[in-house]
């Protein structure tokens, strides 16, 4: 029905950068919400970045001045830019989108990627 897909993990090291994408796809009407989130082993899956309605962008306290998300000129595409990263930010990156689809104009479903890896590690 909707196809989220990420790209762009890897392996980092500390202090370098990586930016991993986001592409929705599929059955959409339009989409409410294209955040990003991840896990790590042993851990609840958080919010990293995510777009707040009205305009404002929200990121977890411990990637803020370090991680950028923003829309890509191609329609339901996101990207996370990670600066600097830390041994701690290692996890699977899972990007997140709330849509209304073309079947279903009328009530929001939430659609997960498969998730990228990221390994921050000299």
């Known amino acids: 029905q909707v196809r989220v897909v990420e790209s762009g993990g890897g392996l980092v090291q500390p202090g370098g950068s990586l930016r991993l994408s986001c592409a929705a796809s599929g059955n959409i009407f339009d989409i409410s919400m294209q955040d990003w989130y991840r896990q790590a082993p042993g851990k609840q899956r958080e919010l990293v970045a995510g777009f707040v309605p009205g305009g404002q962008i929200d990121y977890a306290e411990s990637v803020k001045g370090r991680f950028i998300i923003s829309r890509g000129s191609t329609k339901y595409t996101t990207y996370l830019q990670m600066n600097s990263p830390k041994p701690e930010d290692s996890a699977v990156y899972y990007c997140?989108?709330?849509?209304?689809?073309?079947?279903?104009?009328?009530?929001?479903?939430?659609?997960w990627g498969q998730g990228t890896q990221v390994t921050v590690s000299s």
């Open positions: 997140y989108v709330s849509a209304w689809t073309s079947t279903s104009t009328s009530a929001l479903s939430d659609f």
